[in-house]
């Protein structure tokens, strides 16, 4: 029997509305009981102490790419995850946008052998909805069900053909699976590389308007409220989109939505200045889809994040090479290395007052269980909680920490980053996946 016993933290457990100093034991891989003192009733066990620290679920992320197979110089199961238990996650989505696509059983199958053997927290791989994301023809998504896929997406890449994404959804109800959209209208964003507008035109480069994620998300509602399917709109970066997805909810459609750390956070000024207004920076590490937007997109970002319109933050973790990034900005690959930035990037909202830290740890673990049902049917009954039984997964949070981004010190293999050089307050100190610690600095110290 292993147990493992963290003292003394405030634990905060959103889904059973918990918010106490408590120790948390985990005995077998499981949660076993969640109390004041109840460290110290246990004769053996390894101790963390977690004084002054945050004890919160291990973080779910719904969209994380893994790279693995076919891009390993960009990442690997092995480096991405090792990224994720520094970033706190414990739960990883992998998109399928790999080589090959994983758009068949055996696909599927590889990746789960490959993180069986290599994976530092759980990674759960997400299907393609069309053969080779090709977006010709839906592949078969009971045998990818079958092989243990959470989710459908083309993910890089939006279904753009509407007859199609219909069927994708109407097929998907048969599998109880979402479909998760990258919303952008391919013949609206046309070569276009960052948000349309004054910072696009300042700079010279061709701009992917607000718009062209927008009509597809109003399309994509329409068809998720034809099929009675489930929608979940990827990475949401607009106040249009936002105000569709609010309605839609008001009317009672299966649409769910995911926002990114970057897109809370960060303009499309990024791509020009940094925090130097003085040069213009042509900053390929800024470059992502989609493009990051205006503030006043943020702000209905937020208000949806805290009002619960927008169920997760998940973080697009895209890491790319030097030789993806390290070249002319039309040439470079989109994306942003996001693991190990999201949650000292997302507890900006936290310090400047916009959302309570419960709330934030809320759209981090519970949020994204509900909003895919990852608790069901897996074996993982209790995700993104303390509940006793649940899967003994921890987080553990020094909220106020401050420490300045150096991606050369990332497990991520991708370094690409905006926020070089950049000083963010909250920091991960620990994290325990499965009953097992995967991370932990000198801040959470064995007892
Ligand atoms: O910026 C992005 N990069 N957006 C995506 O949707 C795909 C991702 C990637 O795979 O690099």
């Known amino acids: ?156 890449d939006a279904v753009a053909d509407p007859s199609l994404m219909r069927h994708a959804l109407e097929y998907s109800t048969r599998f109880g699976l979402p479909i998760a959209q990258h919303c952008e209208d391919p013949r609206l964003v046309g070569d276009g590389q960052m948000h349309e507008g004054w910072v696009a035109t300042r700079l010279g480069l061709r701009g992917r308007p607000a718009s062209a994620e927008e009509t597809m998300v109003a399309r994509d509602i329409a068809l998720a409220e034809l099929t009675g399917a489930h929608l979940h709109i990827c990475h949401i970066s607009t106040a249009g989109s936002v105000a569709l997805v609010r309605a839609a909810r008001e009317r009672g459609t299966h649409v769910t939505a995911e926002v990114t750390p970057h897109h809370l956070t960060l303009t499309h000024e990024e791509v020009a200045f940094g925090r130097d207004y003085r040069q213009l920076l042509y900053d390929t590490n800024a470059k992502v889809n989609p493009p990051l937007r205006e503030e006043s997109d943020i702000e209905a970002l937020v208000a949806a994040l805290r009002d619960g319109v927008i169920d997760a933050i998940a973080t697009d973790h895209a890491p790319h090479a030097t030789m993806d990034k390290d070249i002319e900005f039309d040439l470079a690959s989109p994306g942003i290395s996001g693991l190990e930035t999201a949650f000292g990037l997302s507890m900006r909202l936290v310090h400047s007052g916009d959302i309570d830290l419960a709330a934030l740890i809320e759209r981090l673990t519970a949020g994204p269980v509900r909003a895919w049902g990852l608790d069901r049917g897996r074996g993982l009954e209790g995700l993104g909680t303390l509940a006793p039984g649940a899967v003994g997964d921890v987080t553990l949070l020094d909220p106020d920490a401050e420490w300045v981004v150096e991606p050369s010190g990332f497990a991520s293999s991708g370094k690409n980053t905006p926020l070089a050089g950049t000083t963010l307050r909250g920091r991960v100190a620990a994290t325990v996946y499965g009953g097992a610690i995967v991370y932990q600095t000198e801040r959470a110290a064995a007892l």
């Open 1 to 156: 029997m292993t147990t493992i016993a963290i003292h003394n933290g405030r634990v905060i457990d959103p889904a059973l509305g918990r918010d106490s100093i408590a120790d948390v034991v985990i005995v077998d891989g499981r949660v076993a009981r969640v109390g004041p003192n109840e460290g110290d009733m246990v004769v053996e066990a390894e101790r963390i102490d977690a004084t002054g620290l945050v004890v919160a679920p291990g973080f779910v992320d719904l969209h994380v790419h893994l790279r693995e197979p076919g891009f390993e110089y960009k990442e690997t199961i092995a480096t991405g995850t090792l990224a994720a238990a520094r970033g706190g996650f414990t739960t990883v989505c992998a998109m399928p946008n790999t080589m090959p696509p994983l758009d068949s059983r055996a696909a599927v199958e590889s990746v789960l052998r490959e993180a069986e053997a290599s994976a530092h927290v759980r990674v759960l791989p997400i299907g393609c909805i069309t053969h080779g994301r090709a977006g010709k023809e839906l592949a078969p998504a009971g045998e990818l069900a079958g092989a243990g896929v959470v989710a459908l997406s083309d993910d890089g």
